[in-house]
């Protein structure tokens, strides 16, 4: 219970009791990451049911959907996203990346694309429908549960800082199995979603395009990461985490957009 607290503590905002962060509650912390995708999920579904009830205009849901994780989470992703960004960006060197990385200054780089990432996100949650945003919800939990196994996993691209300071008191072994449990309860929540929708073909390659999205995006966070970085830190994964959820939303409307064309 101590390490879900901490969890909750460190990765958002939800107001948490006060508990020791000491090496035995640190070991099983990301084990309960995922968990706050579980909340997001709930929260944007919600969400787009109040707005549908009020009939609140598309835009304005989609600002409010766009709004509910970086609330949620206190925008520490969002931070590694920009922080990346201007990493990325600049096209130095490895060590030279590694300063930007911890530099608390945004640059122009980080504020152009974090503004084109919200305009993406507000635009695309104004068009999906709220049958698509109930499998998309799952991607929250996909996201951290990825993102936990990576970092169980993946080599850290420096000895310090918060990502290594995790890393280095976390059972890894325990916590891969954690984010692979996270993966098939998902994987058997979104086929009870498709059975419950009747089996219906459009809702199966939904499925499948999320999926293909989040392991496609995942796939590409070790390429970058290594190539550029030599592993991976607390920044470059917030930064896949907000990717990962991008460009599943953005596969999901696509499907949705398609799909009557041959169904």
């Known amino acids: 219970m101590k390490s879900c607290i901490i969890a909750f503590a460190m990765y958002s905002k939800i107001p948490m009791p006060k508990v020791e962060w000491n090496e035995k509650n640190m070991k099983y912390v990301i084990c ?13 579904l919600l969400v787009f049911f109040i707005c549908e009830q009020l009939q ?12 509910v994780p970086i609330m949620i989470t206190g925008g520490i992703h969002m931070d590694g996203f920009l922080d990346t960004v201007d990493a990325r960006n600049s096209y130095a060197d490895r060590e030279k990346k590694l300063e ?3 530099d608390p200054h945004a640059g122009a780089f980080a504020i152009i694309k974090g503004i084109v990432y919200c305009l993406l996100q507000v635009g695309f949650f104004s068009e999906v429908t709220f049958s698509g945003l109930v499998f998309l919800s799952v991607v929250f939990v996909f996201s951290r549960a990825l993102s936990g196994f990576a970092l169980a996993n ?17 059972d890894k072994k325990v916590v891969s199995f954690a984010m692979i449990g996270y993966g098939i309860v998902g994987l058997i929540g979104l086929f009870g979603l498709l059975f419950y929708s009747g089996m219906q073909m459009e809702n199966l390659i939904l ?4 999926c293909i999205s989040c392991l496609l995006t995942f796939a590409y966070y070790h390429f970058f990461s ?6 991976i830190t607390g920044d470059i994964a917030g930064y896949f985490l ?3 959820e991008l460009t ?7 499907i949705e957009k398609v799909g009557p064309w041959f169904f």
């Open 32 to 44: 309960y990451f995922p968990l706050i995708g579980v909340v997001i999920a709930a929260l944007e």
């Open 154 to 170: 993946f080599k850290g691209a420096k000895e310090t800082g918060l990502l290594a300071s995790f890393a280095g008191g976390a």
């Open 248 to 254: 599943t939303l953005i596969t999901c409307v696509i």
């Open 100 to 102: 930007i990385l911890k």
């Open 226 to 231: 290594y190539r550029e970085f030599h592993g």
């Open 56 to 67: 609140i205009g598309s835009l304005l849901r989609g600002i409010l959907l766009t709004i």
């Open 207 to 210: 499925i499948v395009g999320i």
């Open 242 to 244: 907000q990717l990962v």
